[in-house]
């Protein structure tokens, strides 16, 4: 079991925070595969100072998520803690997590991300400020630095500590190598002997033996899995259930990857309405088909679908296609 302040997580599996994915529907479809924790997108804290329709409606939360950590973004004290009060107060998170890690050049540009790596004393300052102001648990989901001269990870961990922050998760990768390249797991074994707190391993954890090796590697308390879980919400399963037996479980069926995939569909339609969800599936399909003898053919056609008719139509056109063929080579 993972404790994370009072929040109790039933295993060290994580759901990471990935934008423009973990919407609530995305979240549900892999909870269901027994993920301990799962981490909603980030969100912009003067997105929800101001009020922004589109930010607040990104707060929702289903029940069955729980417990869900809600992460936030921002580069100036007094939004970002407002943003955490609101969070708290209004929504039905579990915990408020603190972005520190994001790459991308429009984060950074507001003093916000991965830009806090560099200034240990700002990770502190802010940390604090949104601790002394809210009741839930507050963490914090870092990369290891900002490039190769500028790697701070134990201290940036230790000021997250010092600052009441109830955990960390620790990416591989420096600001820099964006998603490319390889995660240093090593940097995440030195937060991990620098702090007290829970630190969750994220990077490369492509498998349940990835996760495995993650935990006897570097010692950490959990493993944060994010691309690896997208079209693949089985992988969450067999990793929580090969950390507890050492047993790997087969992969799914054509047929059970189709039904989740629509499953998730018609979860996003109630989400978000159908011209919407269906533009949104087509990336989400396209993952599920992932590795499905014979894809190529309709991958083109998914993305020209307009309506949850034509995309369930496709897919299940697929799943006939490989049974028959299936059923053809057993006979033969």
């Known amino acids: 079991m993972l404790r994370i302040g009072n929040v109790e997580i039933k295993n060290p599996v994580v759901l990471a925070p990935m934008a423009g994915v973990c919407n609530s529907a995305f979240r549900l479809t892999v909870k269901e595969f027994g993920v301990g924790l799962v981490c909603a997108e980030m969100v912009s804290d003067k997105g929800i100072v101001y009020g922004n329709e589109r930010t607040l409606s990104m707060l929702y939360i289903d029940e069955q998520e729980k417990p869900l950590s809600l992460q936030i973004f921002g580069g100036e004290k007094e939004s970002l803690v407002k943003a955490a009060q609101y969070v708290d107060k209004n929504t039905n998170a579990d915990i408020i997590d603190i972005n520190m890690g994001c790459p991308v050049n429009k984060i950074i540009k507001c003093e916000a991300g991965a830009r806090w790596l560099l200034n240990p004393d700002k990770i502190y300052e802010m940390v604090s400020a949104v601790v002394d102001k809210v009741d839930k648990p507050v963490t914090v989901k870092m990369r290891i630095g900002w490039d190769d001269d500028h790697i701070f990870i134990a201290d940036n961990a230790q000021a997250v500590e010092r600052a009441g922050g109830s955990a960390i998760a620790v990416h591989g990768r420096t600001r820099v190598q964006m998603y490319e390249g390889k995660a240093n797991w090593d940097y995440i074994k030195l937060a991990k002997e620098s702090v007290n707190i829970p630190v969750i391993g994220n990077g490369d954890v492509l498998t349940p033996q990835d996760a495995k090796r993650m935990l006897d590697e570097t010692g950490c308390d959990g493993v944060m899995i994010g691309r690896a879980a997208l079209g693949n919400p089985w992988m969450m399963y067999q990793t929580v259930k090969y950390l507890e037996s050492g047993i790997l479980l087969p992969e799914p069926s054509v047929r059970e990857k189709m039904d989740v995939c629509v499953l ?51 897919l299940y056109s697929l799943v006939e296609d490989v049974e028959t063929e299936g059923q053809i080579t057993t006979a033969v």
């Open 264 to 314: 998730h569909l018609d979860r996003l339609i109630a989400l978000k309405d159908e011209y919407i969800a269906v533009r949104e599936m087509r990336k989400h399909a396209a993952w599920y088909l992932k590795g499905v003898s014979g894809n190529g053919k309709i991958r083109k056609e998914i993305n020209n679908v307009e309506t949850r008719d034509q995309l369930v139509g496709l």
